[in-house]
């Protein structure tokens, strides 16, 4: 049971254009949500979340937008750069009620051409 | 520099054998995980432990074992019951005492079956 998917397995974008990058969760319980970023061999590391209290989180280029009655994020990267060629992963957590467990979509490769 | 400390790198496992992962942090943190890594299918929580001397099962923790003797400390265990292990491990910790749900990532170990 995949609680939280991310559909596009890869997206291509143009530098200097905007990426959007999607995710949906079916479990309504999820209150916080999160973005990573992860080059190969390497860890995830943190890019932007969002707590379930607000719909929309700003952090210079990167905005994570939330729609809780869709159960629906996305982040969005504007201009996107060659150096934000990675994959992402958002992940959501169900905070008190599941020990804050992190759990994650299987990740979107994002591609940013020069 | 605080972070997390994962080793080897690389590990190669021959069948029958069961192989450790490290995994070492600095952070001070009280809360550790383990989730590994398959191509397209995201991250999948192994264990995960609170506190010292506690753990808990995740998602898929049938073929591995952990302990908690030290908080710095949460090795990982993959035994000759898992039979699919070659996956990029990989550790987190988490601050609790902020409330915050952002994991902190190590940079992997990927291991391979001989």
């Known amino acids: 049971d995949q609680q939280v998917k991310q559909n596009s397995p890869s997206l291509s974008v143009q530098e200097g254009r905007i990426s959007i990058l999607n995710c949906d969760y079916t479990?309504?319980?999820?209150?916080?949500f999160l973005w990573y970023k992860k080059y190969p061999a390497e860890g995830p590391t943190f890019l932007i979340s969002?707590?379930?209290?607000?719909d929309k989180n700003e952090d210079g280029r990167f905005t994570v937008f939330l729609n809780k009655s869709a159960k629906h994020l996305s982040l969005h990267i504007v201009p996107s750069q060659p150096g934000d060629s990675a994959v992402y992963f958002c992940a959501a957590s169900a905070g008190g009620t599941s020990g804050s467990r992190l759990t994650f979509g299987e990740g979107t490769q994002l591609t940013v051409n020069p | 520099d605080g972070g997390i400390t994962q080793s080897p790198k690389y590990l190669f496992r021959k069948e029958g054998q069961n192989v450790t992962l490290s995994c070492e942090q600095n952070?001070?943190?009280?809360?550790m995980y383990w989730y590994r890594q398959d191509p397209g299918q995201g991250l999948r929580l192994i264990y995960y432990s609170q506190i010292v001397n506690d753990f808990q099962k995740g998602d898929i923790a049938e073929g591995y074992s952990v302990s908690r003797e030290k908080k710095e400390s949460f090795p990982l265990t993959v035994t000759s019951a898992q039979k699919n292990p070659t996956a990029f491990y990989l550790c987190?910790?988490?601050?609790?005492?902020?409330?915050?749900?952002?994991?902190?990532f190590g940079s992997g170990t990927q291991l391979s079956v001989l």
């Open positions: 479990n309504s319980m999820f209150d916080y």
């Open positions: 969002i707590s379930s209290i607000k």
């Open positions: 987190a910790s988490r601050d609790t005492g902020t409330g915050n749900e952002k994991l902190f």
């Open positions: 952070l001070n943190h009280d809360a």
